[in-house]
C-alpha cells in the first residue's frame, strides 16, 4: 500500500537563510536542541552531503518506535531539495517497505519562501494498519520550529 502526504509552510525569510537550516545539519540540531520531535541525532557516515546516516532517537512515549537511521540521498543546493529514506529501524519494523522524506525551499520572493515537506512511503498489506504511523504532524511541526528558529534569528539580525 503506497501513500504520500505533504505539508507547507510560508515563512518571511529569504530561500537562501532557510536553505542554510535545511540544506546541512543545523537541522537535526535544532531538532535535538528542541527534545520535543527528537532526543538525539548520531552522525554515523558523512558529512552532511548524499549518502550520510544520522540514526535519530525519539522521546521516550514516542508511539511506535524508539530510533531509526535514515540515509540523505538527493541534496540539490541549486534547487534547495534533500531527501532522506529510512534505511534501518523504525519504519521497517513496523511492515514498512519504503519510508522518505522530501524536503524543498521554493523561493517567493527576495524575503519569503514556502517549506515544502512530503512524505513517501509503502507498507506491506499485511502491515497496512500500521499505514497510520506515517503521519505529516512530524515534518509540520519541524517547519513550525524551523520558522520560528529562522525569524528569531532574523529579527536579531535586523536589529544589529
Known amino acids: ?15 537562501s537563510e532557510a536553505w542554510e537550516l535545511y540544506g546541512t545539519l543545523r537541522l537535526a540540531k535544532l531538532l535535538e536542541e ?3 520531535l527528537i532526543h538525539k541525532f548520531e552522525l554515523t557516515e558523512g558529512d552532511g552531503g548524499i549518502g550520510t546516516i544520522l ?6 512515549g514516542t508511539p511506535g518506535f524508539t530510533d ?19 534505511i ?3 519504519y ?8 522518505h522524506t522530501r524536503f524543498e525551499v521554493i523561493e517567493m520572493d527576495n524575503d519569503s519562501c514556502i517549506l515544502r515537506s512530503t512524505i513517501e512511503y ?3 498489506e499485511e502491515a497496512a494498519a500500521n499505514a497510520s504511523y506515517a503521519t505529516i504532524d512530524a515534518v509540520a511541526k519541524l517547519a513550525e520550529l524551523a520558522k520560528n528558529h ?11
Request: no cysteine; hydrophobic share 30%.
Open 92 to 99: 521497517l519494523e513496523l511492515g514498512f517497505t519504503f519510508y
Open 122 to 124: 509503502d507498507v506491506k
Open 34 to 36: 528542541d527534545g520535543t
Open 68 to 86: 531509526y537511521k535514515e540515509k540523505f540521498t538527493k541534496l540539490d543546493n541549486e534547487k534547495r531539495l534533500k531527501e532522506a529514506e529510512v
Open 150 to 160: 529562522l525569524i528569531k534569528n532574523k529579527v536579531s539580525k535586523d536589529t544589529h
Open 55 to 60: 540514526k535519530l532517537t525519539f522521546p521516550p
Open 1 to 15: 500500500m503506497f501513500g504520500q502526504l505533504s505539508h507547507e509552510l510560508e515563512i518571511n525569510v529569504p530561500a
Open 88 to 90: 534501518e529501524g523504525g
